[in-house]
Structure formats: structure tokens, C-alpha cells
């Protein structure tokens, strides 16, 4: 049966990254209102805490609906190219930059997000499993980017903001598609933006 996989980023948080501001609650509260009426069979969620709490606040608009910590949506590199495999105008920038974070263990736990949260699943045709999953950038950027068929390397560049939507369909009869990315439509535009880059943020 089809699966549709609905992905966000954890609202914004505060700079020790402990707990999520007030504008990250805001956000959090916003999506869960925007979602309230999909079919939602699970909410996953990574461990740290600003995951676990953006997915908590979204819980609350979804009575009834599980909510579920993930390991495998955590917050991790899923993949570190070789150099040979990147432009060779960009490779030391972006080399760069995946050397600021710990690569150990995001092979396997990407990995166990493709199995968990991709494909379309077991069941009548007529059925359609919709899920929620609470993560973090890199996660979100690699997923779409294997939904596109992209090389590995280009998740690089896929920028997700803080509480907005991404939902990607699996069908057994079809090709994996995004129907749609960082939306931010429930977001008033005071905030909208957050988690980007300064220099990016329309």
C-alpha cells in the first residue's frame, strides 16, 4: 500500500540546543494544527530533546495518534562522499563543512531510517499509511534525496527550516515522489526562515 511520509524539521531551538524557544513552541503548535485532520498513524521522533519536544507539541493536536522515539531520526551525517564524487569547484567547501560534525554511526543509522520510514508497505492496495516523522536537516535532505534517485552526495544543499512540511509519497505502481518541500504555509511570516542560514532567509 502507498505510503505517504510527512517530514519536519524540529522547531527552533535555543543556542545550547536543550529545549526549543518560544518561537519553536509557536511553530511546533502551528504544524500540529495544520495536521490535525491527515490520518496520521504514528508520530517518530529523534532523541534529543528539541525533537522530542516539537514532536510532543505537535501530539497534541492528534489525540489518539502514537508518538514514538527513533534513533534512526536523530540527527546524524547520512553520508559522507569522497572527494572524487563532488564538483571539483565546490569539494573543499563542502568538505569542509562535514568535517565541523562526527560522521560514527550515520551509515548504519541511515540505513534504519530507509527501512523504517521509505517504500511503500505491506498491505491491501486500497489502504494508505500516513506518518509523521520529527527530525533534522541532514535527515530530511537525504530522504529526498533518495526519493529523486539524486547522487549520494546531494543531500548537500537541501536546506530545511525549522517546522516546516515535507511529504513524500511511496506507491507500489509508481516511481517514490515529493509532492511538496519546506512548506510553510501555517507559518506566519515572523516565522518562517528559522534554521536557515542568515544569508538564505527570504
Not at 33 to 46: F, I, N, T, W, Y
Not at 69 to 88: K, Q, W
Not at 118 to 143: C, K, S, Y
Not at 148 to 164: F, I, K, S, V
Request: hydrophobic letters at 40%; a negative charge.
Amino acid at each position: 500500500m502507498t505510503r505517504y511520509l510527512y517530514l519536519t524539521r524540529h522547531g527552533e531551538a535555543t543556542p545550547d540546543e536543550s529545549a526549543l524557544t518560544a518561537n519553536g513552541r509557536r511553530q511546533a503548535a502551528l504544524l500540529g494544527e495544520r495536521l490535525k485532520d491527515v490520518p496520521l498513524s504514528a508520530v517518530h521522533h529523534g532523541p534529543l530533546p528539541r525533537a522530542a519536544q516539537t514532536a510532543r507539541l505537535i501530539a497534541e493536536h492528534l489525540p489518539g495518534v502514537p508518538v514514538r522515539v527513533s534513533e534512526a531520526a536523530g540527527d546524524y551525517l547520512p553520508y559522507v562522499p569522497a572527494r572524487s564524487e563532488l564538483p571539483p569547484e565546490h569539494a573543499d567547501r563542502l568538505l569542509g563543512f562535514l568535517a565541523n560534525f562526527p560522521a560514527d554511526g550515520g551509515a548504519r543509522l541511515v540505513r534504519q531510517a530507509e527501512e523504517l520510514f521509505t517504500g511503500p508497505v505491506d498491505g491491501a492496495a486500497e489502504e494508505t499509511r500516513h506518518e509523521l516523522v520529527v527530525t533534522h536537516n541532514f535527515l530530511i535532505g537525504w530522504l529526498v534525496r533518495a526519493a529523486l534517485d539524486a547522487p549520494g552526495w546531494r543531500w548537500l544543499g537541501l536546506n530545511h527550516c525549522n517546522a516546516a512540511l515535507t511529504v513524500i509519497r511511496y506507491a507500489p505502481d509508481r516511481p517514490s515522489s515529493v509532492l511538496f518541500f519546506n512548506d510553510m504555509a501555517h507559518l506566519p511570516p515572523e516565522l518562517r526562515w528559522t534554521g536557515f542560514p542568515p544569508e538564505l532567509r527570504l
